[in-house]
């Protein structure tokens, strides 16, 4: 009923930046909050960022200040400016959407097939 296309992952040095983007396609009625979760191996997924409908928007302690999410919703794509990256940023990254589409008529929770990013030191 939604398909989300990741993009942006990738390598990058410490310090530097990168962008993701996730856009939400599908017989999609309406999108509540979009966010951003990571994942290394052996761990559990972790939360990182996320951006209501109404545009508020909540950070993950450890990228607070260096990445910003945000939200085109005329194209239906979240974004994910990461900056000042560091070794332990490194995992893959998945798009998480809150969409309400299809003959579903309640949200639900759908996400992305995740993007590697690899910082290097």
């Known amino acids: 009923q939604v398909q989300l296309v990741e993009s942006g992952g990738g390598l990058v040095q410490v310090g530097g930046s990168l962008r993701l983007s996730c856009a939400a396609s599908?017989?999609?009625?309406?999108?509540?909050?979009m966010g951003w979760y990571r994942q290394t191996p052996g761990r559990q997924r972790e939360f990182v960022a996320k951006?209501?409908?109404?545009?508020?928007?909540n950070y993950a302690i450890s990228v607070k200040g260096r990445f910003t999410i945000s939200r085109d919703n005329a194209k239906n794509t979240v974004y994910l400016q990461m900056g000042t990256l560091k070794p332990e940023d490194t995992a893959v990254y998945y798009c998480?959407?809150?969409?309400?589409?299809?003959?579903?008529?309640?949200?639900?929770?759908?996400w992305g097939q995740g993007t590697q990013v690899t910082v290097s030191s």
């Open positions: 951006v209501s409908s109404g545009g508020s928007t």
């Open positions: 998480n959407v809150i969409a309400m589409a299809g003959a579903d008529y309640s949200y639900t929770d759908y």
């Open positions: 599908g017989s999609i009625f309406s999108i509540g909050t």
